[in-house]
């Protein structure tokens, strides 16, 4: 079963470079963390993933080259991603939500009909994600957290086998948190899970595997004790964080 496979990927914005001769593997059943200081080319490395910005190099999943498909396309081979603010249909049911996402190919009043029964894998995924006893409530009386946990239910309903998580524990509780980091550790026993994130404890807590990057490039790569110990990771993160203080005395002082 082979994972993630990226090769010299490189993104171009009117000549400026995003992403610059990206490597990157990531197999099935890793969780992988991509962390780096602002502008380093993360949600960019994703959007050429997925389809959504044009790229350079190779990016592989189970074998298949996605670069130059559609992003229907690329969705079809079983690759999924979260946005930073979810995006569910909050007028609709938890499970009519689901049942939206799972049901390629149904009429949607068939979907929408009320029915006995919940389709197995629907069932499953709203256990996964622990939204059973609230199949019933309007997604929109969600908490922020427990929306995004049914966005991620809408990708394993699609049988998403490579799932890509833009900072899914923005403006969570730390309850929230612990409970996201747990769902994902579960979720990647069994598909391959690439998070990008900036809360660093977070990723200390969850990550199997970690990739800095800075600049459009990996910076450094390994488990969070390896990135942690790395005196490049420490001069971008200490030099940005330098930067940020010396910006707000800057604006303290204006
Ligand atoms: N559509 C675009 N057109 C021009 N430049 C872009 C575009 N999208 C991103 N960029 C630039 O590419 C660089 C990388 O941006 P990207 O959003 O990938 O960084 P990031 O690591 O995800 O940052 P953040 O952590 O702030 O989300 C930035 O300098 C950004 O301004």
């Known amino acids: 079963m082979s994972g993630l496979e990226i090769r010299r990927l490189r993104v171009t914005f009117d000549g400026f470079t995003a992403v610059d001769g990206v490597d990157l593997d990531v197999r099935p059943g890793d969780l992988r963390f991509l962390i780096g200081p602002n502008g380093a080319g993360k949600t960019t490395l994703v959007d050429a993933v997925t389809g959504l910005v044009k790229a350079e190099g190779s990016a592989r999943f189970g074998g298949e080259e996605l670069l130059g498909r559609s992003v229907h396309r ?5 690759i999924g991603r979260t946005f930073q603010t979810a995006t ?20 949607v009043w068939t979907m929408l009909r009320r029915r006995k029964g919940v389709p197995e894998p629907v069932a499953r995924a709203l256990e996964t994600v622990g939204l059973t006893e609230l199949a019933d409530s309007p997604a929109g009386t969600l908490a922020h ?9 809408m990708l394993l309903v699609q049988d998403v086998r490579l799932l890509l998580l833009d900072e899914p524990v923005a403006g969570m509780s730390h309850d929230e948190r612990q409970a996201t980091g747990e769902l994902l550790q579960r979720i990647s026993e069994e598909r391959t899970v690439v998070v990008i ?3 660093m404890d977070f990723m200390r807590s969850f990550a199997r595997s970690v990739s800095v990057l800075h ?20 001069e971008v993160y200490l030099g940005h964080a330098a930067a940020e203080a010396t910006a707000d005395v800057a604006v303290q002082e204006a």
Do not use: C, M, Y
Not at 88 to 107: C, M, P, S
Not at 145 to 153: A, F, H, M, P, T
Not at 217 to 225: C, D, M, N, Y
């Open 215 to 234: 600049a459009g490039k990996v910076l450094s790569e390994g488990t969070v004790a390896e990135v942690q110990a790395d005196p490049k990771v420490q």
């Open 145 to 153: 957290g427990q929306k995004q946990w049914l966005e991620i239910g």
């Open 88 to 107: 569910v249909f909050e007028e609709l049911t938890v499970l009519q939500n689901l049942d939206i996402a799972a049901g390629a190919g149904r009429g």
């Open 74 to 78: 690329i969705a079809r081979s079983g």
């Open 197 to 199: 994130e900036h809360d």
